[in-house]
């Protein structure tokens, strides 16, 4: 009956998805949904995106080991990201007719820095989207008893998402997402209500979580501890501002107060409602403690999924599977359109013809989407095993020590110059490499912070020193922030 009430509801998924993709005309369509997205929608895509496997099953793992403090990164980091990219970038970039992140690369700095920025935002989509596969996996095997396999679950999931998010692009993501948040915020409460009675009430859910020091947040005061706190905050909060699928949201939208306001108020929620997981294992402990020391021990991922199974009645269970699914449907659609429609736009434009029509470069772009949803469908099976949250926050190591310092400087810095970037890139990027290779030094000190601070370094002295690369592009828009 719960497999059964899952495939259906996959079904409507992909219904509502289909139904969206009836507006997709053109490549904006595709990309940007037209830019014709109220501010509500704006809010409900940045918080369904944000909001997928690793905050359900891989966070509270994460808390139930290490308390607040052990997850900082995912998610204090990446709440902060929206609120910050809401603050400080959407205005500035949604005044500009651009199409991908990528785009202001190449109007502020040229070809060359575009190519390299667009190669390193995908790669870092790897990572993140196999999250969600990974999850949509084992979210089959344990509704089939074991007998669909994990990889096998990983096939159907991509399945599932990809047939709405190739035909519909960013107007089916958008769609699903409305429908995919509502499922996940009144699923995840009403499992949260059930969860605290049968616990005794939430006053001992909190209290033991208390006394188990899980709402520790600060660091010791040790300069190892301090740092290594700091280098995790910044690695999603940063990491994650210059990445497509943030960068079509703000597009996305109808109105530059919707760009600005709706990212923030989806960031705020995104941390708030991250506790509702976290309060779920928590309750774990106290309803069923000898089970979740067990699995604490051997996979603290399915403390939340074993509790539903085998505590709770059939309804909650179809609530808790359906809220899963959202989040991680709705995560994974939008993971999977940014970096084909990067791919498209802005690498593989270096070797097609000026004069290609729209339709073509629709037609491209949904080609993109077919290659890269096989590509992450093999990874994902090739790491099977490794933690849902390890997979996400090491994904956004490379935009933070890559493309980062690019994008700031150049919106906020008028000497930022191509020289500066390529020196951004390559210190960035190098140093990163350098610290992750050697083991004294990344015991030392976080690698994606040395990779950050090596960037801004290779930024202000490649900018200030004689001019050997200059930007041979010559811009077709105003770039804002830089008269």
Known sequence: MLLFMVIAYLFVTIGIGLWAAQRVKNTADFAIAGRHLPMYMIITTTFATWFGSEIVLGVPAKFIEGGLKAVVEDPFGA??????????????????????????????????????????????????????????????NLLSGGAVSIPMGMAIGVLSILVYTLWGGMWSV?????IQMIILVVGLVVLAWFASDMAGGAGKVIELATSRDLFQFWPEPTW???????????????????????????MSANTERAATHGTVIGGTAYIFFAFVP????????????????????????????TLVMDKMP???????????????????????LAPSVTFTENIWRQFRPEKISDREN??????????????????????????????????????????????????????????????????????WLVFMVTPALHEAFPQQLAGLLAAMVGMVAGSLAPQVVRNSHAPHHRVVGVE
């Open 278 to 305: 976290m309060f779920l294992v928590a309750s774990a402990l106290l309803i069923m403690p000898q089970e979740t020391a067990e699995l604490l021990k051997d996979d603290p991922q399915k403390v939340l999924p």
């Open 174 to 178: 958008a769609v699903t997402d409305f």
């Open 362 to 431: 629709l037609l491209a772009m949904r080609i993109s989407v077919l290659v890269f949803a096989v590509g992450v469908l093999a990874y994902s099976i090739k790491m099977e095993g490794t933690p849902i949250y390890e997979l996400v926050s090491s994904a956004y190591q490379v935009p933070l020590v890559g493309a980062f310092v690019p994008l700031v400087f150049g919106l906020y810095w008028k000497r930022a110059n191509t020289q500066g970037a390529l020196c951004a890139v390559a210190l960035g990027i190098g140093v």
């Open 224 to 250: 190892h501890e301090i740092i290594f706190f700091f280098g995790a905050a910044i690695t999603m909060m940063l990491g994650s501002i210059p990445q497509q699928d943030v960068f079509q949201r703000v």
């Open 314 to 336: 059939l309804v909650m269970q179809v609530l808790f599977f359906g809220a899963l699914l959202s989040a991680i449907k709705s995560c994974a659609s939008a993971t999977l």
């Open 79 to 140: 709440g902060m990201c929206l609120i910050l990219v809401g603050l400080f970038f959407a205005a500035k970039l949604y005044r500009m007719t651009l199409l991908t992140i990528s785009d202001y690369y190449r109007e502020r700095y040229g070809r060359a820095v575009e190519v390299i920025c667009s190669l390193i935002i995908m790669l870092s989509y790897l990572g993140w989207v196999s999250a969600q596969v990974t999850a949509l996996g084992l979210v089959f």
